[in-house]
C-alpha cells in the first residue's frame, strides 16, 4: 500500500474514535461514527499498490498506468509521426503509476494548470501534469500523467538521468485522472480503444530493438518498492 493511505486510514480512525467519544450518548452516535470509518477504508483500499507480474523482452512497452484506454491515434510532431495513448483512470483504479519501459529519464517537466476533466480532449494540453521523456527498449517515448477534475496532485518521484526497469513504480495521480503515452510511429500497437489495462503489466505496444544497442535489465515478477 502506499503510504499516503496510511495517512488518511489513521487520521479518519482517529476522527471516528474522538466523534465516537464526544457524542456519546446521542441518537445518531454510530452513524456519526460510522461516516469516518467508511471513509478510512476507502482511502486504505484506494492506495492499494499490488504486485504486478511485469513482461519480459525486448522492446516491449507496458502500461504506465491501471485504467481504460479512450484513445489511439496516430498525430504528427515536429519529431516526425507518433501514436498517442490515452489511458482514463477513474476512482476505482489502482492510481499507482510505473515505468513503460526499460531505461533512462531524460528529462521531466512539471506544468501547472487546470483541473478540467480528464475524459475532455483539452484537458492533454490545459491540465497540471507532468511529462517525462525517456529512452531505452529500442526507442525513445514520453508520457504523461495528467491531473483530472478530483485529482489534485501528481507525484514523479525519480530525477532526470535515473535508470529504470521496466514496470517499476515511479509514482501516483491522487483521485480520478488520466496518462497519456507517446510511441514512436513505427510501433507495433498492441491494444486498442475501450481496453482495460493494468500498469506495469499489460504490453502496449512494442518495438524493434537493434542489435547493437545494450540490453537494460528486467524482472519478470516486480518487487520494486
Known sequence: MVRDGYYYGISLLVVAVLVHLFTAGW????PLTLVPVLLAAFFLWFFRDPERIIPQGAGLI??????KVTEVRRIATPDGPRVRL???????????????IAGVVREVRYKKGEYLNALNPESAERNEQAEVVMEGDG??????????????RIVFRPQPGATLHRGERVGLIKFGSRADVLLPGDAHIRVEKGQRVRGGESILADVEVPSHEPMMPHEVLETHR
Open 27 to 30: 441518537i445518531f452516535t454510530w
Open 62 to 67: 507496458v502500461s504506465p498506468a491501471d485504467g
Open 86 to 100: 490515452s489511458i482514463f483512470l477513474n476512482v476505482f483504479d489502482v492510481h499507482v503509476n510505473r515505468s513503460p
Open 139 to 152: 526507442c525513445t517515448l514520453s508520457f504523461k500523467l495528467i491531473a483530472g477534475l478530483l485529482a489534485r
